[in-house]
Nanobody, 123 residues
Framework: QVQLVESGGGLVQAGGSLRLSCAASGRTFSYTMGWFRQAPGKEREVVATISWSGGSTYYADSVKGRFAISRDNVKNTVYLQMNSLRPEDTAVYYC?????????????????WGQGTQVTVSS
């Protein structure tokens, strides 16, 4: 079992920055991790994913150049640095772990999910 706890969400003005953190506990060895988001009335979508080593990353086109995913395997924590935030980035952000199978950007391949943290960007 893996437990995930997100933090760092909040209210920020357009153009501002936030840093999300997701602390994992339990059996977290060699897991791919990712950040996803869901806006009201929309489906959950992938934001960014990162391999265990950090050597492979993926970003949705909508966040490329603005967001950066990273991880600290000693702390079992994954981060999402969000810069130049836009109102359309408003959503609940979730972190997730893919237990096996290697690097993936597909939501359906992630096994464990956090409870989510709200990010609201005002215009």
């Amino acid at each position: 079992q893996v437990q995930l706890v997100e933090s760092g969400g909040g209210l920020v003005q357009a153009g501002g920055s936030l840093r999300l953190s997701c602390a994992a506990s339990g059996r977290t060895f060699s897991y791919t991790m990712g950040w996803f988001r869901q806006a009201p009335g929309k489906e959950r979508e992938v934001v960014a994913t990162i391999s265990w080593s950090g050597g492979s990353t993926y970003y949705a086109d909508s966040v490329k150049g603005r967001f950066a995913i990273s991880r600290d395997n000693v702390k079992n924590t994954v981060y999402l640095q969000m810069n130049s935030l836009r109102p359309e980035d408003t959503a609940v952000y979730y972190c997730a772990v893919r237990r096996s199978g290697g690097f993936s950007t597909s939501i359906t391949t992630y096994d464990y999910w956090g409870q989510g943290t709200q990010v609201t960007v005002s215009s």
